[in-house]
């Protein structure tokens, strides 16, 4: 069966997952058995506390500190890169602006312009390097979303734009990409077919008789079970479980949110951040489970984010806690915020070590990097970067290790090798010297 097929039906086209009978042959894009390579990029603000972060020992044989201990499941999934900088993050003449500095050059390494107005420009994110060769093999070419709804202009950093802020994801030098912060909104694109007025229609309908979106492909679901072996079946009933599921969840927050008619909580939108992040992990992990994108970025929090988590116990606000001069009270409570968003991370990582593909799993299959543009935030440090990457990339990584570059080794060497392994290889980006070894 051909690997872009649709379940389609009124105003709706839903993706399938990869099954034994798509199973193709390997491209520079996909690994063995034409299984699609799938890469994310997920930023967490702030920095961290670094002695909590960074294991003791290098290699196989090291122990997860406070921040990562969640994560001891997918321990062998994951490898922990210590020693990776930022150099165009620092101000290099520029000044105070470290915040803004670090979520524009996470994906560019590219100094920023300072300055509030239009006149934004920075450099090509990987994201969209890796896109402009491989977007065409899927029906989106990248997924950017985020958990902060953001602006694209004013002064949020000491004189840099608000752009700089809330955007990792750039098309152009001063193009940036605003991540979608509706779940609802990044649901329909994932499964809504486009066609003039067939969506309204759809959506009309639904509303209606309070159908779910595969209501409106159920016959063409029915004909394919038929066509499918065994194993496909219950793959194929598993994952429309939890499509189903997602949307359930997306509908039960607007409910909830249409009763609060004194709160501005956008429709979708859960009330409590966590539910936001991890339904923003389940839709990135559909929209690779289904290849409808191969390359997705996604913004947990913009860098400079006061959110308080009194959910865990902390009522001071993130970045205020950042400056922590060395308090040891602060510091904890920083180390408890880093912490619950490696705890989300890890639950997303369990989801795609459990969604079986080909031999493996979905994430065998890719390639994420996990991690923020600050190291310490008090100092404002962009070196030593607290960074993960996870998953086998479909055999060409080597995780379950804390590997240690040398001091001030560019961020952007770990980019240059994820192009090569998505088959979009360049010589050079950002601030990149070559390309790293040991991933």
Request: neutral net charge; glycine residues 10%.
């Amino acid at each position: 069966m051909p690997r872009r097929t649709f379940l389609k039906g009124l105003g709706a086209s839903v993706a399938l997952p990869v099954m034994d009978c798509m199973a193709g042959p390997a491209s520079a894009t996909t690994a063995a058995g034409g299984l699609p390579r799938r890469t994310a990029f997920i930023y967490v603000p702030n920095g961290a506390n670094m002695p909590d972060w960074t294991p003791a020992a290098d290699g196989k044989d090291f122990e997860l500190p406070f921040i990562l201990d969640p994560l001891k499941a997918s321990k062998a999934d994951f490898s922990v890169l210590s020693g990776l900088a930022h150099d165009k993050g620092r101000a290099n003449g520029d000044g105070a602006g470290d915040h803004a500095r670090a979520s524009a050059t996470f994906l560019t390494a590219a100094q920023p312009r300072k300055t509030q107005g239009a006149d934004i420009k920075v450099g090509v994110s990987v994201d969209q390097l890796i896109a402009q060769k491989a977007g065409h093999l899927t029906r989106l070419g990248s997924l950017e979303i985020g958990c902060d709804r953001g602006q694209l202009s004013g002064n949020c950093d000491s004189g840099y734009s608000c752009a700089y802020s809330f955007n990792i994801s750039w098309k152009t030098p001063s193009t940036p990409l605003p991540p979608e912060t509706n779940p609802r909104l990044v649901f329909n694109r994932l499964f809504g077919n486009g066609l003039p007025g067939q969506a309204e229609e759809r959506d009309a309908k639904q509303t209606l008789y309070h159908k779910s979106i595969l209501d409106f492909v159920t016959e063409d679901a029915r004909q394919l079970q038929r066509r499918l072996g065994a194993t496909d079946r219950r793959k194929l009933e598993e994952y429309l479980t939890s499509v189903r599921e997602l949307e359930q969840r997306i509908e039960r927050a607007e409910k909830f949110a249409a009763a609060m008619p004194n709160r501005a909580i956008p429709k979708g939108i859960p009330s409590e951040n966590e539910d936001h992040i991890r339904m923003m992990y389940d839709l990135l992990l559909l929209a690779f489970q289904t290849d409808s994108t191969r390359i997705a970025s996604f913004v947990v929090a913009h860098d400079g984010s006061n959110r308080p988590y009194a959910n865990i116990g902390v009522t001071d606000g993130h970045h205020d806690l950042s400056h922590h001069g060395g308090d040891k009270e602060k510091r904890a409570k920083l180390a408890k915020i880093n912490r619950h968003h490696a705890t989300l991370f890890a639950e997303f990582l369990a989801k795609m070590k459990a969604t079986r593909e080909g031999e493996g799993s979905l994430l065998d299959q890719s390639m994420i990097v996990y991690g923020s543009g600050l190291a310490d935030p008090d100092r404002h440090a962009h070196h030593d970067l607290p960074i993960l990457l996870a998953g086998r990339g479909g055999g060409v990584l080597n995780p379950g290790r804390h590997v240690r570059y040398s001091h001030d080794t560019p961020m952007a060497n770990l980019f240059l090798t994820l192009m090569d392994h998505m088959g979009t290889p360049s010589d050079r980006m950002g601030d990149s010297t070559g390309k790293l070894t040991q991933v």
